[in-house]
């Protein structure tokens, strides 16, 4: 399974981006997919998960309301909808995957930047 991330950039605090990441291979055997992010000089962190039909969604404290996941499973597709950015945000956003009923993240993307700027 690879999976690739897009839709960083560059905003201002307060705006927003869409990331995404594709999936290609063994699709089929990925299930719960999820954000991480690495900020500089710091350790990666979970972000947002969501489930395989996309009912069930966990979120980290710093980003609850702030920040949505969503998958189109006929696309093969996890998006991260963020909103009002903040400076602390800045990091490099990466997807992952876990194998049907695994419980280790086992698939990761190569990460996209977003820099916020205040």
């Known amino acids: 399974v690879q999976l690739q991330a897009s839709g960083g950039g560059l905003v201002q605090a307060g705006g927003s981006l869409r990331l995404s990441c594709a999936a290609s291979?063994?699709?089929?055997?990925?299930?719960?997919m999820g954000w991480f992010r690495q900020a500089p000089r710091k350790a990666r962190e979970f972000v947002a998960s969501?489930?395989?039909?996309?009912?069930?969604?966990d979120y980290a404290d710093s980003v609850k309301g702030r920040f949505s996941i969503s998958r189109d499973n006929a696309e093969n597709t996890v998006y991260l909808q963020v909103n009002s950015l903040k400076p602390e945000d800045t990091a490099v956003y990466y997807c992952?995957?876990?194998?049907?009923?695994?419980?280790?993240?086992?698939?990761w993307g190569q990460g996209t930047q977003v820099t916020v700027s205040s």
């Open positions: 992952a995957g876990k194998r049907t009923f695994g419980t280790t993240w086992d698939y």
């Open positions: 291979g063994r699709t089929f055997s990925v299930s719960t």
């Open positions: 969501i489930n395989w039909s996309g009912a069930g969604t």
